[in-house]
């Protein structure tokens, strides 16, 4: 009987501690916690090209925008402030535009509000 319960006792420990361990990250338990959106001092320089650099920039350079974004050229400023309002309805994927990116999925909803704000705050270069 004695080796039966501390078997039994040995056993229940170890779920114990078992059931205990607890392996979720800081992202998991807190999802806001650093996925703030900065949308302060929304400039091209500052934050619109690096966007289009990291998500339209592989069709819409300069070298390749003849080939696969039928000529639409968003490597510098002029030609993406004379677009702004186009891209913003592209990129928001809204009826009656191109959704971009091409085959691919939306952006995320930061990059979209950071764009949004520098066309109300009238398209900031620097």
């Keep these: 009987m004695e080796r039966f319960l501390f078997s039994f006792v040995?056993?229940?420990?170890?779920?114990?501690l078992?059931?205990?361990?607890?392996?979720?990250?800081?992202?998991?338990?807190?999802?806001?916690s650093g996925n703030t959106c900065d949308t302060l001092n929304v400039t091209f320089n500052g934050k619109i090209f690096?966007?289009?650099?990291?998500?339209?920039l592989?069709?819409?350079?300069?070298a390749n925008a003849a080939f696969?974004?039928?000529?639409?050229?968003?490597?510098d400023y002029a030609d993406v402030q004379s677009m702004?309002?186009?891209?913003a309805g592209a990129i928001k994927h809204t009826a009656g535009h191109s959704p971009m990116?091409?085959?691919g999925s939306k952006l995320n909803?930061?990059?979209?509000?950071?764009?949004?704000i520098w066309v109300r705050t009238g398209t900031p270069e620097k």
């Design 101 to 103: 990116p091409k085959n």
């Design 68 to 75: 696969y974004a039928n000529g639409i050229h968003l490597e």
């Design 10 to 16: 040995t056993f229940v420990t170890i779920l114990a």
């Design 84 to 87: 702004a309002t186009v891209i």
């Design 58 to 62: 592989s069709c819409h350079s300069n």
């Design 109 to 116: 909803a930061c990059l979209i509000t950071q764009f949004d």
């Design 18 to 32: 078992a059931g205990s361990c607890y392996y979720n990250s800081e992202e998991d338990l807190y999802p806001s």
């Design 50 to 56: 690096p966007m289009l650099s990291n998500n339209c």
